[in-house]
């Protein structure tokens, strides 16, 4: 149930900062109220999988590298943003950090 929780609290998290970007620097009030409903739902939801049984720094570092790769395909994908072979390097090496944080954290 936490990782499901923390799962939602990452689609919160990513939901949120697209609409900052569509907010056009929280200038667009609808946007704008995307974005604070989103972080405060994303940041509840984390506290929420935190104290069920997840730790910290393993949660923390699956909210953060999954929003951050998921923030930067969304960009390329739908906002015009580049995808360098730099920048799938930097997703992959995130993506491989959240691994090994979880590989370490295993009994």
């Known amino acids: ?10 689609a919160a ?6 609409a900052l970007k569509l907010s056009n620097g929280l200038s667009h009030l609808g946007w704008g109220a995307v974005v604070a409903i989103g972080y405060l739902l994303s940041f509840v939801l984390l506290a929420r999988a935190l104290k069920m049984q997840l730790e910290v720094g393993t949660a923390y570092a699956v909210w953060s590298g999954a929003g951050t790769a998921a923030i930067a395909l969304i960009g390329a994908a739908f906002l ?6 730099l920048k799938i390097g930097g997703i992959v090496l995130i993506i491989g950090g959240v691994i090994v944080l979880n590989l370490a954290g295993a009994h």
Not at 1 to 10: R, Y
């Open 1 to 10: 149930m936490a990782w499901l929780l923390l799962a939602f609290a990452i």
């Open 13 to 18: 998290e990513v939901i949120a900062t697209t």
């Open 80 to 85: 015009g943003e580049t995808l360098t072979p």
